[in-house]
């Protein structure tokens, strides 16, 4: 197998003092590529003479930044040890390329989240990377989706994705259990968890990660699959500020609309729940047409089903460090203290939202967090404080840049000071109040068996119920210098498309053919991958976005219009994306591995070999 040969780099941290220090010879190459980095100021120079006392003091940590020794090999510090994160890092792992991975939980926390489902443009991958026979024996053959009402009266139903038609059909398992499968897969020795990233620097010669507890890992590139809050975003952003090079639609602060809580039950009583013996899983919907919420039902194999409360919320708005008018949270754009008019839409959605009583959120120190696609929780800190401006009314109308929309459910109170908290969004289910937030969607019947919603409910362990407030958004700035972003961390996406785990793998596997690909990991190879891994993803995943905020309309709408696009909708005519060829013929592979063979009737696209070993194009 034509692999590329692994160089024998030992990992740096800040405790090796063996670590290269060599500067590029040619300066003025790297500030052609890098023009946005100041030189070194004289104090880091060292000063021959005869007094110590008399010597400037010199910073070491410029120079270790540089740890080449071989121009032809990359190396990446990845931060973020969830699903993006790891998937990347085997994949490198299998290229010969090195990495170390930064994962800020520690791997006792609670499990986290509810399903994650997979389908065919990324199931062919993990075939290739050898995990598909793991995940077969995990999941379930995902078969359709059935929306019921109140009373479990039939809605309309969409049929499962056609596996011949594209070689593998969507199937359905624990984020948790996903999570392990590469968790095991994954090289331990380039695995550093409790690692919380507080600071990164880059120069033309290599990056650096520093963390809380005083270690400092070193590479070519950063690889920020830090999720929704990326922390590797933050930094970036800032910088890119400071120098005027922020481009405005990424100063825009958050606006949160969606909240998801979710959770995996214990193992169900056939008998009770019938449904659950079935080896395929058909998802079970409740559509409330009265307020903006859903619950849905996911077997996930071990007679245990994962669900999740999908909710339009009263909107809460957060500032970044990077946003507009820092200090002026509520400024109109036409007001002298906002000097950015192209912020109009968000800035008169955030005035009007917050008149009729949303929710702000603002941030005394930067806010790290984990990606809203990791398996894990996070260790529990206090590195940021929120503050909460309750709304007044159990029933708001908000204008925002998708239009207006109307609110009859409030928000999920989190202003109480005993609430638990694992990193910013996520909370555990003892500070949830289902009976005063959802009481009528517990009265519901139970789509899977006997007894209401919340007789089902008692079989999740609270410590296992998560909620994490959600914001669709895709940035325009995916990368700068050596470091670029990844998943969440680019792109976010709402839990009702079930895109979130896929869209991330798919970006690991275009940036990773393009980081093989490089003959050199000189600025000029990385800044041209990184705008070609740009080029390549942002597209879809604007599509992929815009698909989404169809189906939240389509469940969470309000009115008349909102009527009529269900009723469209769940007509026979709809296909719900999942037998869309368009979506699916995307079926990329590792362009340096064998590539497994197209099974489907519809082939994918065509994909060439690694240009490393052959500029031959097949047709696979």
């Given amino acids: 197998m034509p692999y590329r040969t692994r160089v024998g780099r030992p990992s740096v941290s800040s405790q090796d003092n063996h670590t290269s220090s060599t500067i590029s010879s040619n300066p003025d190459d790297n500030e052609a590529f890098y023009p946005e980095l100041k030189p070194l100021p004289r104090t880091h120079a060292p000063l021959?003479?005869?007094?110590?006392?008399?010597?400037?003091?010199?910073?070491?940590?410029?120079?270790?930044?540089?740890?080449?020794r071989d121009m032809s090999s990359v190396k990446a510090v990845i931060v973020g040890g969830g699903i993006t994160g790891l998937a990347i890092a085997i994949m490198m792992e299998l290229g010969g390329m090195e990495y170390e991975i930064l994962e800020?939980?520690?791997?006792?926390?609670?499990?986290?989240?509810?399903?994650?489902?997979?389908?065919?443009?990324?199931?062919?991958?993990?075939?290739?990377?050898?995990?598909l026979p793991q995940i077969e024996k995990a999941s379930k053959i995902v078969t359709g989706l059935t929306v019921v009402d109140g009373e479990c009266q039939r809605v309309g139903r969409v049929d499962g994705v056609d596996a011949e038609r594209y070689a593998y059909p969507y199937r359905v398992l624990t984020r948790k259990i996903f999570h392990d499968i590469l968790m095991e897969r994954v090289n331990k020795n380039h695995l550093h968890q409790g690692k919380l990233v507080i600071e990164t620097l880059q120069n033309p010669n290599g990056v650096s990660c520093k963390c809380s507890d005083g270690s400092t890992y070193y590479g070519d590139i950063i690889i920020g699959a830090d999720g929704a809050h990326s922390l590797t975003r933050e930094k970036m952003y800032v910088q890119l500020r400071e120098q005027g090079k922020l481009p405005e639609v990424d100063m825009d602060y958050s606006i949160y609309e969606h909240v998801a809580i979710g959770g995996v039950t214990d193992p169900l009583d056939h008998n009770l729940y019938p449904s659950i013996k079935s080896d395929s899983a058909e998802f079970q919907v409740i559509y409330t047409k009265d307020y903006p919420c859903t619950l849905w039902y996911m077997p996930v194999g071990g007679s245990r089903v994962a669900w999740y409360i999908s909710n339009s919320s009263a909107p809460k708005i957060k500032h970044h460090p990077y946003s507009h008018s820092q200090g002026h949270s509520m400024s109109s754009p036409t007001s002298p203290e906002c000097s950015h008019p192209t912020l109009t839409t968000r800035a008169v959605s955030a005035s009007a939202s917050t008149a009729a009583g949303m929710v702000l959120l603002t941030s005394t120190s930067p806010i790290v967090s984990m990606s809203t696609s990791s398996s894990t929780a996070s260790v529990t800190t206090a590195h940021h404080t929120t503050s909460v401006l309750s709304s007044s009314s159990s029933s708001t109308t908000s204008t925002t840049s998708s239009g207006p929309r109307s609110s009859t459910t409030p928000p999920l109170s989190r202003s109480s000071s005993h609430q638990s908290r694992i990193n910013h969004d996520w909370y555990i289910g003892t500070s949830i109040d289902f009976e005063s937030q959802f009481k009528d969607l517990l009265d519901k019947r139970c789509a899977l068996g006997v007894g209401s919603v919340r007789d089902f409910m008692k079989y999740t362990p609270k410590?296992?119920?998560?909620?994490?407030?959600?914001?669709?958004?895709?940035?325009?700035?995916?990368?700068?210098?050596r470091i670029v972003l990844v998943g969440d961390a680019c792109h976010q996406h709402l839990v009702i498309g079930g895109q979130g785990a896929m869209q991330g793998l798919l970006d690991g596997v275009c940036l990773v053919n393009l980081l093989y690909d490089m003959e050199h990991s000189t600025p000029h190879e990385i800044?041209?991958?990184?705008?070609?891994?740009?080029?390549?993803?942002?597209?879809?995943?604007?599509?992929?976005?815009?698909?989404?905020t169809i189906l939240d309309k389509m469940f969470h709408g309000q009115g008349f219009k909102a009527g009529l696009m269900r009723r469209f909708m769940f007509s026979t005519v709809w296909s719900f994306n999942l037998k869309n060829d368009k979506l699916n013929n995307n079926r990329p592979q590792l362009s340096f591995l064998p590539f497994v063979e197209d099974r489907g009737l519809s082939k994918a696209n065509r994909q060439k070999v690694s240009g490393r070993l052959t500029r031959k194009t097949f047709a696979i």
């Fill in 48 to 68: 021959a003479t005869n007094d110590p006392s008399l010597a400037i003091p010199f910073d070491m940590s410029i120079l270790t930044i540089s740890h080449k």
């Fill in 104 to 131: 800020r939980s520690t791997g006792s926390e609670p499990e986290i989240g509810a399903a994650v489902a997979l389908g065919p443009p990324v199931l062919r991958l993990l075939e290739q990377m050898g995990l």
């Fill in 463 to 481: 410590k296992s119920i998560s909620a994490v407030d959600l914001e669709e958004r895709l940035y325009k700035t995916w990368h700068h210098g």
């Fill in 527 to 548: 800044t041209k991958a990184f705008k070609k891994y740009h080029s390549k993803r942002s597209p879809v995943a604007k599509s992929t976005i815009e698909e989404t």
